[in-house]
């Protein structure tokens, strides 16, 4: 019963992000927005992830009442970008709104579902996710005649969120226990793993922001490249339903490396072949590594390094999908164009460099 309470959770939450990356960058660009400020929006919720995790080292606890405020949060953010997506400015206020949200929601159910099923059966859960993120592509790609329809998904998708959450966290006493002294936590034994978390993120946000716009501008229409953000997805449903033998086999330090570099050659090729549909599959196709195999490994390295495990998803939220997401977006809107992920494959390649300098043993 909790696994199919998680997997709710998981299918909701990323329906959401779905949403809110495949299509919202193109729904801006349609009415008007340009790369600067499209990179400039997508910036902020990412920002948000970041510096939240610090209220949270000695001024609060990721508590059940936290986690409540946080999803009726979300849902207003949402229902806020009504009146002000067509204003710049204004619009920036709710996307900082959903992006402090998030960053508290996610860790505190991942966390739950890390420990309550382990690192072999996370990926099983988390894979309901990846459906969710897939299938709402698919459908929305045949539905958006105006970008209205996608804030209606998007609201939708964000009660169903809110509702599948309750369900988990209502009459659980596991989730009521209380957290180990946050007052232990730090940086510096594991400082090169957080510099790369970092740079894989800031690489990616060639991938989250403008996947869509380069791929329709060198010709491949949005439906197709719906169906590629969903034949990502199922590559990544894949590798989260049959990684336990690697995670079992593997160090988790040389899973992680190995996904980095998955990163690297796939912003390579598309740079390199930019109009071919068929190197735009294969890229696709190493998301199973550069994301799914990445993601189980580091949240797995992080619950073996901290004994505060929530704080540690929530940093590793923020600094990696936060700041990392927040320079990552600000970098590929300047600096879009024709080598945009050449910058992207240069920048993962950094990130793997970084592992380099980083002992497991610590």
């Given at each position: 019963?909790i696994?199919?309470k ?5 299918f ?10 495949i ?15 499209i ?12 510096i ?6 000695k001024?609060f ?8 405020t946080a999803?009726?949060?979300?849902i ?15 619009f ?22 890390m ?23 698919i ?34 006493a ?23 978390f ?31 953000w ?20 593997f ?14 050659v796939r ?6 072949f930019?109009?071919?549909?068929l190197?735009s ?8 590594f ?12 992080l ?6 495990k ?22 590929a809107?300047n ?18 460099g ?9």
């Amino acid at each position: 019963m909790i696994f199919t309470k998680i997997s709710s959770f998981f299918f909701f939450y990323f329906v959401v992000t779905g949403v809110y990356v495949i299509f919202m960058p193109k729904m801006l660009q349609t009415i008007g927005y340009n790369a600067f400020q499209i990179g400039a929006v997508f910036a902020l919720a990412p920002l948000m992830r970041f510096i939240v995790p610090f209220f949270f080292l000695k001024h609060f606890e990721l508590s059940r009442t936290v986690f409540y405020t946080a999803l009726l949060g979300a849902i207003g953010a949402i229902v806020l970008f009504y009146p002000t997506i067509e204003h710049f400015y204004l619009f920036m206020l709710p996307n900082m709104l959903l992006g402090a949200c998030l960053g508290m929601i996610l860790p505190y159910v991942e966390t739950y579902a890390m420990e309550h099923l382990k690192k072999e059966r996370f990926g099983r859960a988390r894979l309901f996710g990846s459906i969710g993120f897939m299938a709402i592509g698919i459908i929305l790609a045949r539905r958006l005649e105006h970008f209205d329809n996608a804030l209606h998904y998007l609201l939708a998708a964000i009660v169903l969120t809110a509702a599948s959450a309750y369900w988990l966290t209502r009459r659980n006493a596991l989730l009521s226990a209380p957290t180990v002294s946050n007052t232990t936590f730090r940086f510096s034994h594991a400082t090169f793993l957080w510099i790369s978390f970092f740079l894989m993120q800031v690489s990616f946000g060639a991938f989250y922001n403008f996947f869509t716009i380069y791929e329709t501008a060198h010709g491949i229409t949005l439906e197709t490249t719906s169906y590629l953000w969903a034949f990502g997805v199922v590559c990544e449903i894949i590798l989260f339903y049959f990684q336990a033998p690697l995670l079992k086999r593997f160090t988790l330090l040389s899973l992680l490396k190995f996904g980095v570099l998955s990163a690297a050659v796939r912003w390579f090729l598309l740079f390199l072949f930019p109009s071919s549909l068929l190197v735009s599959y294969a890229t696709q196709s190493l998301h199973a590594f550069s994301f799914a195999l990445h993601h189980t490994a580091a949240l797995s390295l992080l619950y073996t390094l901290y004994a505060h495990k929530k704080l540690a998803a929530q940093f590793y939220y923020g600094l990696s999908f936060g700041l990392g997401g927040f320079a990552g977006a600000l970098i590929a809107g300047n600096f879009y164009g024709p080598r945009l992920y050449m910058y992207a494959g240069l920048i993962a390649l950094l990130s793997l460099g970084s592992l380099f300098f980083f002992k497991e043993k610590e």
